[in-house]
């Protein structure tokens, strides 16, 4: 791995920008980013067959699923990836470089 987030900002509450070691800077969403999540249980949730009509209850928004997407904390760990902890109470992402450099999309 060559290139490396060297800033993190928040141009607005809702965007992450991200400078890269080798110029490069992108723009992603808080939700994007929260949607990308890697982690065993987001994949599992994102992987399994929509539930059949019949047998679907309503969903219910929680009172955290109301409020708009922030990020509560970022925190390197080691030198390859960030953990990123959500206004919605998940903070077990970890977020290689690689999956970060591939989301959103170049700062105009
Ligand atoms: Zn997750």
Redesign the pocket.
């Known amino acids: 791995m060559d290139t490396y987030p060297t800033n993190l900002s928040l141009p607005a509450p809702d965007r992450l920008l991200i400078e890269w070691s080798d110029g490069e800077q992108r723009v992603c969403t808080i939700r994007e980013l ?1 949607f990308a ?7 599992e ?1 994102m992987s399994k067959p929509p539930e059949p009509a019949a047998s679907r209850s309503l969903p219910i928004l929680s009172n955290a699923e109301l409020q708009p997407l922030r990020i509560v904390k970022m925190q390197p760990l080691g030198n390859y990836a960030y953990n990123v902890a959500f206004s919605d109470g ?1 903070d ?2 970890i977020y290689p470089f690689e999956l970060l450099r591939e989301l959103g999309e170049p700062k105009r």
């Open positions: 929260r999540c890697p982690c065993a249980t987001c994949r949730k998940h077990t992402g």
